[in-house]
């Protein structure tokens, strides 16, 4: 096997398999969960030894295991999965004499409301997911800089991820905005940089096929970045229909989110609405993709038809 997709399980890793399946690539799957496919095997990166004898040797790790929901709890598995994860991931792959890795960090670790940042801008993470995202990338770079001359470490932002059949964010968003469901909070002006799933896995594989070497360190989002309104706009398009949102002023979705907080503690239940999750939805959070685009990678779909192929399937009930 000449890859090793470690958190193959998820919504990139599950679009990524079925990229390299399409091109006949060599890889091996291993994630915490059980996975229906070749070539699959269980193992938790937060266990040292399940890594040992579930990695064996291969030219590429793609690292894309990760905690990454808004409410995770304890907040220790952030830093458990993502950072000691990430230092057990490493540890094995100096032990068997893999010399090249892939990591999936995040534009959370630039924090909200900057004013499109590009790769050299300063971090400053509001949540623990992008603290420990930053966390990962300092101890890969520790590792890249041990053996600078003879490993390869890619390490790879993308914005918001979104297609068909995830239940993130987007989706959560389009769904809403599909179903006649969705409350317009704000004025809706403010933009958000996106990443359609089939973009995000050509371009992975782009860097092996590429054979992309050093240090490397990319922003990944599709572009043009859209503002919520011309999300609305382009739901409109996909189905065909006019979609009106009710709107209600920022300060009082927010406070409908603290309330909804104290719900969700009072009952002991995690509920779909937060302040957290409004803030950040009423955030801009544009971030550059020059330098991807400087090496003149061409993604094979544009952003509009990533969102319309995501609201049609979520029309045709997927």
């Keep these: 096997m000449n890859i090793t997709i470690i958190g193959g399980a998820g919504f990139i890793g599950t679009s990524l398999i079925e990229k390299l399946g399409e091109t006949g690539s060599k890889y091996c799957v291993i994630d915490k969960r059980p996975v229906n496919i070749p070539y699959a095997r269980i193992a938790d990166i937060r266990n040292v030894s399940d890594v040992q004898k579930s990695v064996e040797q291969t030219e590429w790790v793609i690292l894309l295991a990760a905690e990454h929901q808004d409410n995770v709890e304890p907040i220790s598995l952030y830093y458990e999965v993502n950072v000691n994860g990430t230092r057990n991931v490493l540890d094995v792959m100096d032990q068997k004499g ?30 623990h997911y992008g603290k420990s995202k930053w966390q990962a990338e300092e101890v890969l770079r520790e590792w890249y800089n041990k053996d600078p001359g003879n490993r390869t470490l890619i390490i790879i932002r993308p914005t918001v991820v979104f297609g068909p059949g995830n239940r993130g964010n987007v989706y959560n968003l389009l769904k809403q905005i ?43 989002a599709d572009k043009p970045d859209l503002s919520t309104r011309e999300l609305v706009a382009q ?44 803030k950040k939805f009423c955030a ?35």
């Excluded at 599909?178 to 996106?194: C, D, E, Q, R, V």
């Design 235 to 278: 739901a409109s398009i996909s189905l065909n229909k006019r979609v009106a949102p009710i709107k209600i002023p920022y300060a009082i979705g927010y406070l409908g989110g603290v309330f909804l907080d104290l719900v969700a503690k009072i009952i002991n239940k995690k509920l779909p609405i937060s302040a957290v999750r409004i």
């Design 98 to 127: 893999i010399k090249k890795i892939i990591f999936t960090s995040s534009v959370a670790v630039y924090g909200l409301n900057k004013e499109n940042p590009s790769e050299t801008h300063p971090v400053d993470p509001f949540n």
């Design 178 to 220: 599909a179903t006649g469901k969705f409350l317009m909070i704000g004025s809706g002006n403010n933009k958000k940089s996106m990443a359609y799933v089939e973009n995000i896995v050509h371009f992975l594989k782009y860097c092996i096929d590429q054979d992309i070497t050093g240090y490397q360190l990319f922003n990944y």
């Design 284 to 318: 801009t959070t544009r971030f550059s993709a020059d330098r991807i685009a400087s090496m003149g990678y061409k993604a094979p779909f544009t952003l509009r038809e990533g969102l319309d192929k995501t609201i049609q399937s979520i029309a045709n009930g997927q």
